[in-house]
């Protein structure tokens, strides 16, 4: 007795799954090594400064982000030129909706950003915040305006990862505020 593939139900349910998944697109645009020759181009070198946060540090880093702080673990890259520093280097990663974004972010030693890059997208590329939208975060301190609808404007049909963005970037900046301006 021969089956007919064409009509049986369970080719034609695993087509209409097939033909209906979603693809998709992850990206690495920079390695760590990479970024950090990004972030410091004329660095004679870099430093890595890690920090374990206290129970106190964290609940002030949230207290100022107005956002939770998923580790106890924090590492800044710290560039020098001479004796100067040229900034600190901080990688973000967090999750979108469902995948992860990770971004490199650069703080001036006055606490403000000087840059914000992004690593690695692993949401649907159509979601990837623009470099111009990147851009607005440049020179922003963590201020009670930092935020979307307010001194950042949102990404039409990419909110979550407008949000996710603004809250890493304030997170970090609280970090930068706690651990390195603040020193205990």
Do not use: N
């Not at 560039?79 to 703080?107: C, K, N, S, W």
């Amino acid at each position: 007795m021969a089956l007919a593939l064409s009509s049986s139900p369970y080719i034609l349910c695993v087509v209409a799954l097939l033909g209906s998944a979603t693809i998709i697109e992850a990206e690495v645009f920079y390695s760590k090594a990479k970024a950090l020759q990004v972030a410091f181009p004329t660095a004679d070198r870099v430093e890595t400064q890690t920090f374990f946060l206290t129970p106190q540090q964290i609940e002030r880093v949230e207290a100022l982000a107005q956002t939770s702080v998923d580790s106890k673990l924090a590492t800044f890259h710290v560039g020098h030129a001479a004796d100067t520093v040229q900034g600190y280097a901080f990688i973000e990663t967090h999750i979108v909706r469902t995948f992860p974004e990770t971004f490199l972010m650069v703080v001036s030693p006055d606490g403000s950003l000087q840059k914000l890059l992004v690593l690695a997208f692993y949401e649907p590329l159509e979601y990837l915040p623009s470099d111009l939208w990147l851009e607005q975060f440049d020179q922003k301190h963590l201020t009670p305006a930092l935020r979307l609808r307010r001194d950042i404007h949102g990404i039409m049909g990419s909110t979550l990862t407008a949000q996710a963005a603004t809250q890493g970037v304030r997170k970090v900046l609280a970090l930068f505020q706690v651990l390195i301006q603040e020193k205990p």
